[in-house]
């Protein structure tokens, strides 16, 4: 059975930090790039960074750029998503996701919300 399961999130201040995880099972996780979304109320959802199978690709999108890095760690079958700087704006619902071709998994998101 496969699993994302997200971690990490909770409400923090502006110019805060949090990190978060999200651990994978039932795939084989080496195979597949690993992406963090979010989603905002009354918003689409947004691709926020993405990291590929090796590890060795990182992409994000512009607003997140020089704050937030996505990395992974093989062993422990685990994406994590290191947010520095947090804004106002990052208030989301954040997923991640699984890609290979044609198939993708979700997980089912931890709530980060920047608020003084």
């Known amino acids: 059975q496969v699993q994302l399961v997200e971690s990490g999130g909770g409400l923090v201040q502006p110019g805060g930090s949090l990190r978060l995880s999200c651990v994978a099972s039932?795939?084989?996780?080496?195979?597949?790039?690993m992406t963090w979304f979010r989603q905002a109320p009354g918003k689409e959802r947004e691709l926020v960074a993405s990291?590929?199978?090796?590890?060795?690709?990182?992409t994000y999108a512009t607003s997140v750029k020089g704050r937030f890095t996505i990395s992974r760690d093989g062993a422990k079958n685990t994406v994590y998503l290191q947010m520095n700087s947090l804004k106002l704006e990052d208030t989301a619902l954040y997923f991640c996701?699984?890609?290979?071709?044609?198939?993708?998994?979700w997980g089912q998101g931890t709530q980060v919300t920047v608020s003084s």
């Open positions: 990291i590929s199978s090796s590890g060795r690709s990182t």
């Open positions: 996701s699984a890609v290979r071709s044609e198939t993708r998994y």
């Open positions: 039932g795939f084989t996780f080496s195979d597949y790039a």
